[in-house]
């Protein structure tokens, strides 16, 4: 049986997809509660391995403006999920890797994402970002 890669965007809309037989076979966005009871049921830990996006490696600035602040809260709440993350990985016996995010010029927009990648299905950001994290490991 080959290895399922699992890579996962955290934040409110968790993105989550899945790299296996040289492809990727699901491409989607959830709650982080869903994406753990997927995961759980349908990818065991023995042959799945988790790639997820850590805020915590991201060196943001330090900026004074309410964007900013509220840019820096959403990094906050990020944060606090991939240790969320962190835990139930242990937790559940999951062998993880925890990735740098993606800057500004690594996400891809609708278009480039189905001309790299050849995924015909529908995605948004988040999807999109955590099949990045997988796509040809």
Known sequence: MTIA???????????????????LQSVESMTITKAMRKILTAYPYQTTKLYIEDARQWIGFNGKTKATQARLQ??????????????????HDYEVV?????GKGLKKSA?????ITKWEGRTNEHSRDAAMIVFGR
Do not use: L, Y
């Open 74 to 91: 959403g990094a906050g709440s990020v944060k606090r999920d991939a240790k969320i993350w962190e835990d139930w990985c242990k937790e």
């Open 98 to 102: 925890f990735v740098k995010p993606m």
């Open 5 to 23: 890669k699992i890579g996962i965007d955290t934040g409110v809309n968790t993105g989550i997809a899945v790299w296996q037989d040289g492809k």
């Open 111 to 115: 278009e480039d994402f189905k001309r």
